[in-house]
């Protein structure tokens, strides 16, 4: 493979355009140019980033032959527009969610392994510095057994979401982080959900995800609330720890009650507030991060953060979910 790997970018709306400008910033990248149906956005792009843009994605692809390529177009085209640069040899970064139904991702995975291609999917919080130090802490013990995940996504409706509800938009994200947390899938989900101001889909969900190691996770996500907010709580054994997205703080919360002696549990009293622990954090973009994790995969020095798998995983659950809240019924997760 050349030294400068070719870069494209299919889908240039709110995320897709921010792919262009963070793959023009990566050294050893060239950015041949991005394809959209929307000329007035189009324009805007190239003359912004100085890219050339193609409204044909086959015509791109077959001109351009590209090294690797972001897919930040709708969900309902993820298969296609996928199935096109795959069968052509192609890389692919697919924007979370993987596909808009299981069947579909799967093949994609499949796809992609026949082709011997890279998928990644986009769960951009994978790549958050500030839950990349969370997962490192868990997984060193330092917090003991964990208890509750907790995590709270919202914010305005988007208008620009039109074929997918709040579920397969942003709880998605947090599927994914709690199961990456977790280490494991859940073995059952329960949700309640509503539709208020989305036309077609659901637009808020309080959901709950049951692990087989005893880790409860705890969803609240809408595009109700006029203030924003991205937080994931851990409560474990030595106290709680919280991730605010948005800002990359991690704030750990010591249970005084039992500092580091986890041994305590056995003869438990109760938990009482200890020290409050702002951790450093070596703040990075997101969206930087996980392409260079991606172009690092394309360049075999390591798998993909976020694998195909993974990426199914998120859309199993959140179809999961979904159910529960039209149903009202507890639903089983088919473990792979």
């Known amino acids: 493979m050349a030294e400068k790997l070719r870069a494209g970018v299919i889908g240039v709306g709110v995320m897709g355009q921010h792919h262009v400008r963070a793959y023009r910033e990566i050294p050893d ?17 190239r003359q912004r980033h100085n890219v050339r843009g193609w409204q ?16 930040a177009v709708p969900t309902v085209l993820h ?25 579909e991702g799967r093949a994609l995975i499949d796809l992609a392994q026949a082709h011997n291609v890279v998928l990644a ?28 995940l907790r995590a709270e996504r919202v914010g305005p409706f988007p208008p620009r979401i039109r074929d997918v509800g709040v579920v397969l938009d942003l709880a998605t994200h947090d599927i994914d982080i709690i199961c990456y947390l977790a280490d494991e899938a859940p073995v059952r989900v329960f949700a309640e959900t509503q539709q208020n101001v989305h036309s077609t889909r659901e637009d808020m969900i309080s959901g709950m995800l049951r692990f087989q190691n ?22 474990c054994e030595g106290g709680m720890i919280e991730v605010d997205y948005i800002t990359q703080d991690l704030t750990y919360y010591e249970n005084g009650e039992l500092v580091d002696d986890f041994g305590a549990l056995q003869i438990l009293r109760g ?27 394309v360049r075999g020095e390591h798998p993909p953060r976020v694998t195909g798998e993974a990426g199914l995983l998120a859309l199993r659950i959140a179809h999961a979910l979904v159910e529960s809240g039209k149903s009202h019924q507890v639903v089983e997760i088919e473990q792979a």
């Open 29 to 45: 990248i060239e950015m041949v140019g991005f394809v959209d149906t929307d000329e007035t956005l189009s324009a805007a792009i």
């Open 56 to 71: 044909d994605v086959n015509e791109f692809l077959d001109h351009e032959r590209p090294d690797l390529v972001t897919i």
């Open 79 to 103: 298969g296609d527009v996928a199935r096109a640069a795959i069968e052509r040899g192609i890389h692919v970064l697919i924007e979370k969610p993987i596909a808009e139904t299981e069947a």
């Open 121 to 148: 999917v986009g769960h951009i919080e994978r790549h958050n510095p500030a839950i990349t130090a969370l997962k490192q802490r868990l997984s060193s013990g330092a917090m003991g057994r964990i208890f509750e």
């Open 214 to 235: 005893g880790i409860a996770g705890i969803l609240h996500v809408n595009w109700l609330t006029p203030a924003k907010n991205r937080k994931l709580s851990a409560t």
């Open 271 to 297: 938990v009482s507030e200890g020290r409050i622990i702002r951790e450093k954090i070596v703040k990075r973009e997101p969206l930087r991060l996980e392409l260079e994790d991606f172009i690092g995969a």
